[in-house]
Structure formats: structure tokens, C-alpha cells
């Protein structure tokens, strides 16, 4: 039997995540004795994969799959499974798979676990470490079922690389019609997007309106940063939607999280708290974020930020 990974991409080119996936990938397919191969969907070239690990690619290229549809995709990697006699997937733990895992679960009438941050601690029983609680514990799982399917917690594990003479092979795999069509599609382009981005600047209500946001756009470009902000400023509007990230908004696993102005609401907190470095600007003491942070300061982020921005410029110049 074969570990299935499959490596996300975006107009062809890979996510982080994807080489995040593949390390991990080669490492669970070397605890189980098994070969690993690796699904691309639209990818521009395979070789970057090989780098982590991947001696065996399986590339599907089709202009349907240029937008995402998580039947259509799920429906190609059941394929995969059955021709290749796949017992284990891994995934990444984005929106989309998020939302193509459950299917093909059912699919593969497999037994599937999202946010793993471990490699199995045991083989026999299948058991994974995963986070729970909205990223506050942990929990131990065991998966009983002869498939396994695996969700990777975005920069929970880390890349290594792990370099293969890898081969890609062409899989001819059936589009199924899902029956879903999709009208607009807007994408962000030339800047880090939150689910790729090692660091995040986001801010909130307390930077008084959307005509004072040029400071956190350019602290974001000193750091090569992604921005980010809190629901209430997308809900007026001040900030597109899709930088909106919280636990009803994009969930944030960066490196580092820069909170300036917001005061850390529950739901706010779960959305981020996976993030590995927290730190906070803001006037008030008692606000809810400086429980939760690594590194806080009380001041106002009209003088603080600019004061940072200097500092790290003169740092990189240095």
C-alpha cells in the first residue's frame, strides 16, 4: 500500500503548505513502510517537490480544475486511491480541503482527523496527535478504520527538505460534473496572502478609520508581511472581507502576529491563537489580547508603529 499526498497549488504554483505536506508525507509513508506519491492538480512542474521528498509524482492537468470544486477534486484524488492501492491520504488543513475531506471520506469509507500537528505516535493503533478546543489542547487520536485520511495543521510540523530523483507521471483522471458552477472569482494579486504569509500584521477599530491604514501596510512590506484585520473593520468596510481572519473569519498559523488596535474578542482569539509569536499594541491594559500575547505593548499605535517601522528599517539596512 502507498501514503497518497496531495500538494496544493494556486494558478500553478505551490503553496507552502504543499511542502509542508510532502515532508510530512515522506516521514508517515518511512514509519509505514510504504512508497510515497504525491498529486498535483494544474501544476506548472513537479521538480520543486522533489526537493522534500517526493520520488513519485502524480500530476492531473485540466483546465476544469482551475477553479475548485471540492467534489471534482475529491472525486480525482478517490481516483488516485484506487488505482494506486492508496490505504493513507494527507491533506493540508486549508478551506479547501477542508471542505473536499469529508467527501472523500465517505468515498474511501475512511476514518479522517483535521488539524494533526504530529507525526502518529503509534502505528498500531493509527494514533495522531491533533489540536482541540479551538487550538487550546490537544488530543490523542486513534483512526481504526483501514483508510486514513490526514489534515496537516499549517506550520505545525515545518519543511525539510529531503532531496529525490523524483519522477512525474501523467494520471488520466475522469472530471466528474459537479453541478456547480462558479460566476466571480476574485483573487488578491502582488501580495502575501494570509494563508501563505510567515508573518501577519493585522489591525482593528483602533486605528479610528480605513484612511490610517497605510501604516500597517507598510509595516507589513518592511516584514514582508501579509495584512490582516479584525471582523468589526471588515464589516464597516474599512477593509476587504477577505482579510477578515477569527474563528468566523480566515484562521492565522503564522510565525508571527502583530496585533495592533484590537482588543482580542473570543472569537478573535481562537481564529489566531494557533499562531506561534503573538504581539499587541494597544492603549488599554486590560485588554482581552494581552492575556494571550507573547509580547505587549501599551501605547498609542499612532506613535508606536511608526517608531517600529524606523526601527526595522535601520535594522535591515544594518
Known amino acids: 500500500m502507498s501514503v497518497l499526498v496531495y500538494a496544493d497549488s494556486t494558478e500553478g504554483k505551490f503553496k ?7 515532508s ?18 494544474n ?17 492531473v492537468s485540466n483546465d476544469a480544475l482551475n477553479t ?6 475529491a472525486s480525482i484524488i478517490e481516483q488516485v486511491v484506487k488505482a494506486k492501492g492508496v490505504s493513507e491520504v494527507i491533506l493540508d488543513s486549508s478551506i479547501d480541503t477542508l471542505h473536499l475531506a469529508p467527501i472523500l471520506a465517505v468515498a474511501m469509507n475512511a476514518g479522517y482527523t483535521s488539524n494533526v500537528v504530529a507525526l502518529p505516535s503509534s502505528i498500531s493503533p493509527f494514533t495522531v496527535k491533533r489540536k482541540a478546543f479551538s487550538n487550546k489542547g490537544f488530543s490523542n487520536t486513534i483512526i481504526t478504520t483501514e483508510n486514513k485520511i490526514i489534515g496537516l495543521a499549517k ?19 475522469t472530471i466528474v460534473d459537479s ?10 494579486t502582488g501580495k ?28 507589513a512590506d518592511v516584514l514582508g508581511a501579509a495584512t490582516a484585520c479584525s471582523k468589526p473593520v471588515s464589516d464597516l468596510g474599512w477593509r476587504p472581507h477577505g482579510e477578515h481572519v477569527g474563528q468566523t473569519g480566515k484562521p492565522v498559523a503564522s510565525n508571527l502576529y502583530i496585533a495592533i488596535g484590537i482588543s482580542g474578542a473570543i472569537q478573535h482569539l481562537a481564529g489566531i491563537n494557533a499562531s506561534k509569536v503573538k504581539v499587541v499594541i494597544n492603549t488599554d491594559p486590560e485588554a482581552p489580547f494581552f492575556k494571550a500575547a507573547d509580547y505587549g505593548i501599551v501605547g498609542d499605535a499612532f506613535e508606536v508603529v511608526p517608531q517600529l517601522i524606523e526601527k526595522l528599517k535601520a535594522f535591515k539596512q544594518a
Open 192 to 219: 502575501v496572502t494570509i494563508a501563505d504569509a510567515d508573518t501577519v500584521v493585522s489591525a482593528g477599530r483602533g486605528l479610528k478609520g480605513p484612511e490610517n491604514w497605510g501604516m500597517v501596510e507598510e509595516l
Open 155 to 173: 506550520n505545525s510540523y515545518g519543511v525539510f527538505e529531503n532531496p529525490v530523483s523524483g519522477t512525474t507521471e501523467n494520471f488520466d483522471a
Open 43 to 59: 501544476a506548472s512542474s513537479s521538480e520543486e517537490l522533489y526537493t522534500y521528498g517526493a520520488e513519485k509524482v502524480l500530476a
Open 16 to 22: 507552502k503548505s504543499a511542502f509542508e505536506v510532502v
Open 24 to 41: 510530512y508525507g515522506k516521514k508517515v509513508a518511512e514509519q509505514l513502510g510504504s512508497d510515497l506519491l504525491v498529486l498535483t492538480l
Open 179 to 188: 453541478g456547480v458552477t462558479s460566476e466571480k472569482i476574485e483573487r488578491i
Open 68 to 73: 475548485f470544486n471540492a467534489k471534482t477534486y
